[in-house]
């Protein structure tokens, strides 16, 4: 191994950060390893802060701040500039993330003393963007505007395209939040046109989302579905799901403000957001469901999604000084003198007994988040999955790869159930869908996951069966609700409750799932004609 192919690992760990973090951190440790064997100082620095880059990413920030510091220890020990400019903008970055601006700006401004001396336009534009950055999150737009502007001056003046594309479009961010919508679509087009002379697909979805976000306020309906659509196709793509949260988002909000139904996205994002533990995304979707179940006036369901909410934001408090306690530790450690004395161990002792203490109410309250994450997922009266959880279940499935076997979608319908609750009344209705889910749980063995699909209507799923056994299961489904001879009425000729099923088979998975549920509930309108109580298989 020599220094040159050390350097193209670092380039490659670099080139991959977004895309592939977790490759991204295994090149840059594996040029660490080789660094450190041939002694070659600089290059372990560099290899560290990739490591960091990529860390990052992951948002493992104590990690990052472990491999900063490091780096920045060898940088200063060999009074490496550039280096020491690159670790204090990393270092900044990463407070940023925590909200601690004043520590940010302050590693930031460093940064920029350095490279008075040590020009790089390239690196300049990128820190006072970031300056720019924080100025924005505090809500002073004039002073955002102003970091912007001195970096985009930069950018344009050394054709730095990409970070000018990034640039105009954090500026229409400020413009449109601030209802400047005329001056937001100027600066977003200019980044769009420098966006798509680059393959940076991410920085094109952004903008992109952001574009549908001023048209729809500028009262052009179609061109921001397009900008949307756009965006979807290119984030689904690269598999990008921090975005395609923001931009779900943006699709429910667009959609209410229509008069129209947001929760397709809302709980789209929703399960992404959980799936990815992006803490802060998922606090603001649960607030922005309650914030819609309470002005339809589902108050039950709002005050469960604000309970969620508000769990969710102690959760994140609590990650929050946990993380930061630990990076206080780190930075502690770094700059105290090299010799230990009884004040430095007394206060690293305090220190971690407060992270031990953090994290301790910080595991009770991702335990009450999981249980409040389960029942998001589970009917209350049924305790079958609900129409989210079913959602869910489906968008885990990947396709199949053995012809031999199928999958199956049955939706079954309670046949006649106003009259039953006309007889009985709703709280016995009650007891029948209680019965009825019981039923459904008990044919667990035989591979089949059941949900409330709403109202009446249940779906059942089951994977890997074949195709010549698919009517025998239905038949089985529709005689395990028929013998639970549940009478209608109290009448002695009373027939019993039964459900009529639609089915669509096939090789069934996230991509497709839709189609299917629409082809089982085609069979099942069949299944009513042709007189309830009886099975029907979609055929085209």
């Not at 940064?111 to 534009?125: C, G, H, R, T, V």
């Not at 931009?247 to 789209?268: F, S, T, V």
Request: hydrophobic letters at 35%.
């Amino acid at each position: 191994m020599t220094a040159d192919k050390i350097e193209s690992l670092i380039k490659e760990s670099k080139l991959m950060s977004f895309a592939n973090p977790k490759k991204s951190y295994k090149l840059a440790e594996k040029a660490l390893y080789f660094a450190i064997s041939l002694d070659l100082i600089q290059l372990k620095a560099d290899s560290l802060l990739h490591m960091a880059y990529a860390c990052r990413v992951m948002s493992d920030y104590t990690k990052c701040f472990s491999h900063v510091y490091d780096a920045l220890d060898i940088y200063e020990n060999i009074n490496y500039k550039f280096g020491i400019m690159k670790a204090k903008n990393m270092i900044g970055i990463t407070y940023f993330y925590f909200g601690s601006y004043s520590e940010a700006l302050e590693n930031f401004m460093t940064a920029l003393e350095i490279i008075k001396s040590y020009p790089d336009p390239n690196l300049e534009s990128s820190i006072l963007n970031n300056i720019g950055e924080i100025y924005r999150e505090a809500k002073d737009k004039n002073l955002a505007l102003q970091y912007y502007n001195k970096a985009l001056e930069i950018t344009l003046k050394n054709s730095i395209d990409l970070n000018s594309s990034v640039i105009y479009s954090n500026i229409g961010d400020v413009y449109l939040t601030s209802g400047e919508i005329e001056a937001a679509k100027q600066h977003l087009d200019k980044a769009y046109a420098l966006a798509l002379n680059h393959t940076d697909m991410i920085n094109q979805a952004e903008i992109e989302t952001k574009l549908g976000r001023v048209m729809f306020e500028l009262g052009d309906i179609s061109a921001s579905r397009d900008y949307f659509i756009s965006s979807l196709m290119k984030l689904n793509q690269i598999n990008n799901k921090f975005y395609l949260i923001d931009l779900l988002i943006h699709m429910a909000i667009c959609d209410q403000r229509q008069g129209l139904n947001p929760i397709k996205y809302l709980n789209e994002a929703l399960n992404h957001s959980i799936d990815n533990q992006l803490q802060s995304k998922t606090s603001q979707i649960y607030k922005l469901l309650a914030d819609y179940y309470e002005v339809i006036q589902d108050y039950k369901t709002s005050l469960h999604h604000f309970k969620a909410y508000h769990n969710k934001e102690k959760e994140i408090e609590a990650i929050n000084l946990s993380k930061r306690l630990e990076i206080i530790s780190i930075e502690f450690n770094y700059y105290k003198e090299k010799r230990e004395n009884d004040n430095f161990k007394n206060l690293t002792s305090k220190l971690k007994r407060e992270i031990a203490q953090v994290n301790n109410e910080l595991e009770k309250i991702k335990k009450e988040n999981i249980s409040l994450t389960k029942e998001t997922l589970i009917d209350e009266l049924t305790k079958l999955y609900n129409r989210r959880g079913i959602e869910k279940m489906f968008a885990d499935l990947s396709p199949q790869n053995n012809s031999d076997l199928i999958s199956c979608v049955f939706l079954l319908d309670i046949d006649n159930f106003k009259l039953y609750n006309d007889y009985w009344g709703h709280l016995q209705g009650d007891v029948c869908l209680s019965m009825i889910s019981g039923a459904l749980t008990k044919l667990a063995s035989f591979g089949i996951y059941a949900g409330r699909y709403g109202g009446e209507e249940f779906l059942c799923f089951t994977s890997d069966i074949k195709k010549r056994d698919v009517a025998v299961l239905g038949e089985e489904i529709r005689k395990s609700i028929e013998n639970l001879k549940i009478p209608y009425t109290r009448e002695k000729k009373s027939s019993y409750v039964t459900v009529s099923i639609g089915i669509s088979a096939g090789n069934i998975h996230k991509y497709n799932y839709h189609e299917h549920f629409d082809k089982a509930d085609k069979a099942l309108y069949k299944a009513k004609e042709a007189g309830r109580n009886c099975i029907v298989l979609y055929t085209d």
